[in-house]
């Protein structure tokens, strides 16, 4: 049973870093792009960030760049989202997703086929 499991939401001021873990089980790891995606309340989920399954290739939306980065440690079976400079637009509920070998369109929500749970991200002014 493939299960992901998000960590590291949380409540923090504007301007300030949190760092969110996805750690996966019951699946070949070094073989899934991870993604992270976001869900505001009252808005589509969006995604924000991919890493390729050998962490060869980094993929950042528009709204992130220069703010987050996303790591993988294949070891730990975890995928991290560091989150600098964060703003209050930032607040939502973040979900880490998995699928084998996937490339090219790592933005497209329905790509994905193994979903985390999710975790809260408050972010206040």
């Known amino acids: 049973q493939v299960q992901l499991v998000e960590s590291g939401g949380g409540s923090v001021q504007a301007g300030g870093s949190l760092r969110l873990s996805c750690t996966a089980s019951g699946l070949s790891f070094n073989q899934y792009t991870m993604g992270w995606f976001r869900q505001a309340p009252g808005k589509e989920r969006e995604w924000i960030a991919a890493?390729?399954?050998?962490?060869?290739?980094?993929y950042l939306a528009d709204s992130v760049k220069g703010r987050f980065t996303i790591s993988r440690d294949n070891a730990k079976n975890t995928v991290y989202l560091q989150m600098n400079s964060v703003k209050p637009e930032d607040t939502a509920v973040y979900y880490c997703?998995?699928?084998?070998?996937?490339?090219?369109?790592?933005?497209?929500?329905?790509?994905?086929?193994?979903w985390g749970q999710g975790t809260q991200v408050t972010v206040s002014s």
């Open positions: 997703a998995a699928r084998r070998f996937l490339s090219g369109t790592v933005s497209v929500r329905e790509r994905y086929n193994y």
């Open positions: 890493i390729t399954w050998n962490g060869g290739s980094t």
